[in-house]
């Protein structure tokens, strides 16, 4: 008998680049879905979820427009950005039967609704999912301080972060070979070493308003089911 979820209501930071399916670019639709039907099955087992997606797939603000443009502009590139994956995210979502909300830090008339906590509780609560884009409405923010905020105006009990990588490393396990994986962290760890878990604001935020942190690679999607499920997966930042 598989065991329940542990948690009620989440929120779920997909990258960018991860809706690509590796490619770094654009969206592969067979890792949305596989992505999407985890979701779906979640939502069927009771659990709301809110998710925020990055926009690395079409644009990173600071990285694509440093040099070239003003920050604040590529910025917001960057946030519609994010609202075109939300879009696509969406689509799949209902194509597998699931209610899916998209909500925007900023006005986008007929693609999402303005965010406000009272529309997205309402949501939650009906079982829909609630995609949030345009990170957090302002440029010099990025997506993980925007899914640290949306997770605690929602009230999520948790944050999951999906990443390219199986969890929280001592040094980059690509370049280094002795590299260690940790199981469990805690903010401060996090901050005083440096690690890249999410970027200091957001370490911080979600420190001040004690919300878990479950890192873990979204290579295998099931690693969502199983985090909910309260399964050890990945690194646990609490």
């Known amino acids: 008998m598989e065991a329940k979820p542990v948690y009620k209501r989440v929120l779920l930071k997909l990258s960018g680049e991860a809706l690509s399916g590796g490619s770094g670019t654009g969206l592969d639709f067979k890792t949305m879905n596989s992505v999407c039907c985890v979701i779906a099955q979640a939502v069927k087992e009771g659990v709301e979820i809110g998710i925020v997606v990055g926009g690395g797939n ?3 603000g600071v990285k694509n427009g440093e040099g070239k443009m003003d920050r604040w502009r590529a910025d917001y590139m960057g946030m519609l950005a994010t609202v075109m994956n939300c879009l696509a995210l969406q689509d799949v979502l ?3 039967g699931v209610g ?7 006005e986008i008339g007929h693609i999402g609704e303005l965010f406000s906590v009272e529309k997205a509780d309402a949501y939650l609560k009906a079982g829909n999912v609630v995609i949030f884009g345009g990170g957090v409405g302002s440029p010099f923010f990025t997506t993980d301080t925007g899914a640290v905020l949306r997770a605690a105006l929602i009230g999520a009990e948790a944050i999951l972060l999906a990443k390219n990588v199986d969890g929280v490393y001592s040094a980059d396990p690509k370049k280094d070979p002795n ?3 940790y199981e469990k962290l805690s903010y401060d760890e996090v901050l005083d070493r440096h690690l890249a878990v999410m970027d200091s604001t957001a370490t911080c935020l979600a420190m001040d308003n004690s919300i878990p942190v479950m890192v873990f690679a979204l290579k295998d999607s099931e690693n969502i089911l ?3 499920r309260g399964e050890a997966v990945g690194t646990l930042v609490r």
Do not use: G, S
């Open 94 to 96: 209902q194509q597998q």
């Open 179 to 181: 590299a260690v994986r």
């Open 58 to 60: 079409f644009w990173r």
């Open 226 to 228: 199983r985090v909910l």
């Open 100 to 106: 899916a909300k998209v909500l925007t830090a900023m």
